[in-house]
């Protein structure tokens, strides 16, 4: 079965300071991908940032950043000199396989202080 | 631009009553997806397709049925509305051979 896990329900980071949200997944899947997805108080769901498995390279988009560790199976977000509209749930998801159905964690709500 | 869009974006029915929610998306993509979002449980899918006139069930189907007879849309139609059925709803795309999904806005029910 593949699963998803993010054991951080709730997490806060001052205005300007950095934050690591953690994800760990399982699949015995060797093709795959992972996300994150961000759901602010508007609900729309957002995509951050993807990662193909087969790359080496952690993937980044400006401020947010990811720790792929594959052997460890663990996708962790960072993000750098945090916003106030950063603040939000933040949902980790694989996709894995040829179903092309994603996979969920059940998020991390970041709050950040001014 | 393209987009995905829902409506209506709130709804509220009565226990018994037949709804549909409406998804389309304008990007032409093959996949789209229906998911619900309760708290405590992430987000949930409930059908999917892969292309006109495919369906597929997901993990918490039942109460619930897709159509598709075009790409750009993929309503969700609750049989039968009943209280455990109030979530918020939403509808994503992806393209053929691409993993990424675009998400909708949502649609929060309300079944009393």
């Known amino acids: 079965a593949q699963t998803v896990t993010q054991s951080q329900p709730e997490m806060s980071v001052q205005e300007a300071e950095t934050v690591t949200l953690s994800c760990t997944y399982d699949?015995?899947?060797?093709?795959?991908?992972l996300f994150w997805y961000k759901q602010p108080p508007s609900r729309q769901m957002i995509l951050v940032i993807r990662?193909?498995?087969?790359k080496q390279q952690n993937a980044t988009e400006n401020r947010f950043s990811v720790n792929f560790q594959k052997a460890a199976k663990s996708f962790s977000l960072k993000i750098s000199d945090s916003q106030l509209g950063d603040a939000a749930m933040y949902f980790c998801?694989?996709?894995?396989?040829?179903?092309?159905?994603?996979?969920w964690g059940l998020g991390t709500s970041l709050a950040v202080n001014p | 631009d393209a987009e995905i869009t829902q409506s209506p974006r709130h709804k509220i029915t009565e226990t018994g009553r037949q709804v549909t929610l409406a998804c389309h998306q304008t990007w032409n993509h093959n996949n789209m997806f229906w998911y619900r979002q309760d708290l405590g449980h992430g987000l949930r899918l409930i059908h999917y397709s892969y292309g006109v006139q495919d369906t597929n069930k997901g993990e918490v189907s039942d109460g619930y049925s897709v159509s598709r007879s075009n790409t750009e849309d993929l309503p969700l139609t609750l049989e039968s509305a009943a209280s455990s059925q109030t979530s918020v709803y939403f509808c994503?795309?992806?393209?053929?051979?691409?993993?990424?999904?675009?998400f909708g806005p949502g649609t929060r029910l309300l079944v009393l």
């Open positions: 994503a795309s992806s393209e053929s051979g691409k993993e990424t999904q675009y």
């Open positions: 990662q193909e498995a087969y």
């Open positions: 699949t015995s899947e060797s093709d795959y991908y």
């Open positions: 998801a694989l996709n894995a396989g040829n179903n092309r159905k994603l996979i």
